[in-house]
């Protein structure tokens, strides 16, 4: 007997339950947010399900329509866009969710976002006002890149903060 097994009756009711499909769990998971095909597959195998149970348990969901990579997509990008990131950020996430390269150059065009103010209010939120010290300039440009955005927007932003400090 193990230990957890103490002081229960025979009637605990785990024994009584029915064990849960892949298409089961995978529903579960949709149920509580957006899955990339493969991000849901990733789960169920690494929950012990058959590879050929998951696949098949994946196209099920996405024939029914439970499971859309452009809806988890669009999702992710308004998600990441409300969060603070950039472009590149948000590109490297879709390519790892197993979104083709079409459909996230497509996703983040349509995203209307003005990347520029949404890098500005990110660098304001983060460290306030303006700096002329270059290592403090070197450490937002850094911020801003690791959030995904353009070096040329960094520059503009970064360089743009020494020349604020400059007019005071």
Not at 102 to 118: F, G, K, N, P, T
Request: no cysteine; aromatic share 6%; charged share 40%.
């Amino acid at each position: 007997m193990r230990k957890s097994d103490k002081g229960r009756g025979k009637g605990d009711g785990k024994a009584d339950r029915p064990t849960r499909t892949a298409y089961d769990k995978a529903l579960g998971l949709l149920a509580r947010r957006e899955h990339s095909r493969r991000e849901l597959k990733q789960k169920l195998e690494r929950g012990g399900f058959a590879r050929e149970e998951t696949t098949a348990a994946v196209e099920r969901l996405g024939d029914q329509g439970y499971q859309d990579d452009s809806r988890f997509a669009e999702a992710l990008v308004r998600s990441r866009v409300g969060q603070g990131y950039g472009p590149a950020r948000i590109r490297a996430e879709l390519r790892s969710q197993g979104i083709g390269d079409a459909a996230v150059r497509e996703l983040i065009e349509s995203a209307d976002v003005d990347w520029h103010d949404l890098a500005a209010n990110q660098l304001r939120r983060r460290y306030g006002g303006p700096s002329a010290d270059p290592a403090e300039r070197a450490r937002r440009a850094q911020f801003l890149l690791r959030r995904g955005f353009a070096a040329a927007t960094v520059r503009v932003l970064t360089h743009a903060d020494a020349e604020d400090a400059d007019d005071d």
